[in-house]
């Protein structure tokens, strides 16, 4: 009984040293007998017991990684509290066991070395303008030498900046004269507009009411034009009516009762007006004639029915 326990712990002993499970986006190194031998992948794998040992274990999975705050000094002398953060992967688990005793330590390490370097290169206002181009080239210092751990670093994103507070006041102190001077700029652009406004306004406005005026002017010289030429027209068919009952019988005499109304009509008019003084013309013979003729003119009118 006691020789079946210590087999089946022998056995089982056996199983865990010979039977490994790797998870996904794992990568488990093997060293056998010391000396490295193979690198697992995700499943079943099966290994010499006694023989083969798992020696190191990483995650193929990207990883963020907190790169700890620091001052750097910028080319023009001002001291900035940086921190960011960076994102790495282990792609050769090989040169991540043996290319370095401690890769993560290092990665850091080269970050802040290398951010130090770039920010030295710029002037304080381009740093905070520039975070794009400090963080590529951060990048590129780290892939570079990362190549040799076995690790590729993916980004580097700067965090925060953090000036001292006398250069904060200064800046904000800019800021908000800056600010004040774009508000005064755009005030008087506002004016200048609108004055430029009011005045295109009013010439239009003065075009318009010239167009309206010439255009009634023309209106009206051409109701006139028409007023004396639809006056002419029937002044015209009068006459030629008129003409045309002279030329018929007894329209010659028809026209000298028509005078001869109109003088006595007029005489009786001017002497009825007693603030009138009449002034009787030397001829009166004619006018006397011209009367007698219309008198026996109508005297010889036959009767109306």
């Known amino acids: 009984m006691e020789v079946a326990l210590v087999l089946l712990v022998i056995a089982a002993v056996f199983v865990s040293q010979s039977i490994k499970v790797v998870p996904q986006q794992n990568a488990w190194v ?15 794998n099966f ?27 910028t080319r023009d002398n001002t001291q900035l509290q940086v921190d960011g953060i960076l994102y790495f992967q282990v792609t050769d688990p090989m040169r991540a066991s043996y290319g370095s005793s401690n890769y993560i330590v290092a990665v850091t390490q080269l970050a802040q070395t290398s951010l130090r370097s770039v920010i030295g290169k710029l002037e304080l206002d381009k740093t905070f303008e520039e975070r794009d181009i400090i963080n590529a080239q951060v990048v ?17 994103e700067i965090k925060d900046l953090t000036p001292p507070a006398e250069i904060l006041r200064s800046m904000q102190a800019q800021i908000t004269a800056e600010r004040e001077k774009r508000a005064l700029i755009a005030a008087s652009e506002g004016r200048r507009q609108e004055q430029i406004n009011i005045a295109t306004g009013e010439r239009e406005a003065f075009i318009a009411r010239s167009e309206g005026e010439k255009q009634a002017a023309i209106n009206q010289a051409q109701g006139e034009a028409s007023a004396i030429t639809a006056v002419a027209d029937a002044t015209a068919q009068a006459i030629e009516r008129v003409a045309a009952a002279i030329r018929q019988p007894g329209g010659n ?36 004639a011209l009367i007698s003729s219309a008198m026996n003119m109508v005297r010889l009118q036959p009767p109306r029915p």
């Open 30 to 44: 093997v060293e056998r007998l010391g000396k490295y031998h193979s690198t697992l992948t995700p499943g079943l």
């Open 47 to 73: 290994l010499l017991p006694f023989v083969d040992k798992v020696a190191y274990k990483h995650s193929l999975k990207e990883i963020p990684l907190d790169v700890p705050s620091q001052v750097c000094i």
């Open 140 to 156: 590129a210092a780290i892939d570079e030498a990362a190549l040799n751990w076995g690790v590729k670093v993916l980004r580097y």
């Open 253 to 288: 005499e028809a026209v000298q009762l028509k005078v001869a109304e109109a003088a006595v009509h007029a005489y009786s008019k001017v002497a009825a007006d007693a603030t009138t003084t009449l002034i009787v013309p030397s001829n009166m013979a004619d006018t006397a």
